[in-house]
Each structure stands twice: as C-alpha cells, then as structure tokens.
C-alpha cells in the first residue's frame, strides 16, 4: 500500500487536493501496477514560517520579496 506524503505551503483550495489525488493517484497505479484503493496520499499544509531552504525561512523570502516590490513601485 503506498502512502504518499504530500508537504506545501497552505492555501491550496480543496479542488485543488482533489485534483493532486487523483493525478498522483493515477500515476502510482501506472508506474508500480498498484490498485487505486491501496493508494494513501496525505496532505500536510504548513506556514511559511515553518518551512526553510538554505538556511532562510519562506516568510523572510516572501517579507523580502514584498519589500523589493514596493521599493519598485515607488
């Protein structure tokens, strides 16, 4: 039974999931032959503030990055 762990930020409408499901879904059942109904797929939502690449968090990046745009706007 594969389980398939999925991590993003928040903010992704339940439409969305469903349609993510079933693509990931479908492509586990094409590529390791296994049935739709063995198939678990977890969604975990997190905040920018708990997520970090290189050492920086994605709530910095994102602060940053409003900062420059309204600096460019000016």
């Known amino acids: 039974m594969p389980t398939i762990r999925i991590e993003l930020f928040e903010g992704r409408t339940e439409a969305q999931k469903r349609a993510c499901a079933q693509a990931v ?6 590529t390791l032959g296994s049935s739709a109904d063995s198939v678990d797929i977890l969604f975990f939502d997190l905040k920018t503030q708990d997520w970090a690449t290189a050492g920086r ?17 000016q």
């Open 25 to 30: 879904t479908d492509a586990v059942v094409k």
């Open 57 to 73: 968090l994605w709530s910095d990046r994102e602060a940053q990055s409003q900062a420059q745009q309204q600096q460019q706007q």
